[in-house]
């Protein structure tokens, strides 16, 4: 069974501008959640989308938003980027019907902003 | 006070050795409890999930939970120099899938 996948692997952007990063779950996991990585803060829950519906976020701006398709490929969106967004970006995808499913995470896109 | 505590490390081990890693948690709510391990430059790879009081065990990986003192803990046992990496305890909280996870403990497994 494939993993989870992300697209793309790696973004340069600049201060400003927006970015989508894309994921695709394991084959018949309904629920993906995102995460961002830095050195900093650790790993910190961004959103979590179930059936195309966000069903948990965490404390993270309006800039960061996201949303999920039919198919169960989710993507997020971060708009008028800051350096401070520079940062390892995962979802990670789980069966999701009810909480507390384990999840397992995709290879991360890695977002630098300059 | 951090949600989810962990020892940064490192945590030095010889090889061959048990690896013990702690995680104490503040939620009391918490129902699900996860190890992961990630290598550096590589993403989280989940190694054992846990949800009720005990211990679980799956080949060299024993985990161990304690909901009353709010404690998690991973044994590794005869450690290999593989096992270096730094290991990640997360804990589901609230509904959903949302986890919290700990800062990490780096584990370095020497010859």
Not at chain 1, 22 to 40: A, D, E, L, N
Not at chain 2, 9 to 28: K, M, Q
Not at chain 2, 67 to 77: G, M, T
Not at chain 2, 84 to 100: D, F, P
Request: aromatic share 10%.
């Amino acid at each position: 069974k494939a993993g989870v996948t992300q697209t793309p692997r790696y973004l340069i952007k600049t201060r400003g501008q927006q970015v989508t990063l894309s994921c695709s779950p394991i084959s018949g996991h309904r629920s993906v959640s995102w995460y961002q990585q830095t050195p900093g803060q650790g790993l910190q829950f961004l959103f979590e989308y179930f059936s195309e519906t966000q069903r948990n976020k965490g404390n993270f701006p309006g800039r960061f938003s996201g949303r999920q398709f039919s198919n169960s490929r989710s993507e997020m969106n971060v708009s008028t980027l800051e350096l401070g967004d520079s940062a390892l970006y995962l979802c990670a995808s789980s069966l999701g019907v009810a909480g507390g499913n384990e999840q397992f995470f995709g290879p991360g896109t890695r977002l630098t902003v300059l | 006070q951090k949600e989810v505590e962990q020892n940064s490390g490192p945590l030095s081990v010889p090889e061959g050795a048990i690896a013990s890693l702690n995680c104490t948690y503040s939620d009391r709510g918490s129902q699900s409890f996860f190890w992961y391990r990630q290598y550096s430059g590589k993403s989280p790879e989940l190694i054992m999930s846990i949800y009720s009081n005990g211990d679980k065990e799956d080949g060299r990986f024993t985990a161990q939970l304690n909901k009353a003192s709010q404690y998690v803990s991973l044994l590794i046992r005869d450690s290999q120099p593989s096992d270096s990496a730094t290991y990640l305890c997360a804990v589901g909280t609230g509904g959903g899938n949302k986890l919290t996870f700990g800062t990490g403990t780096q584990l370095k497994v020497e010859l």
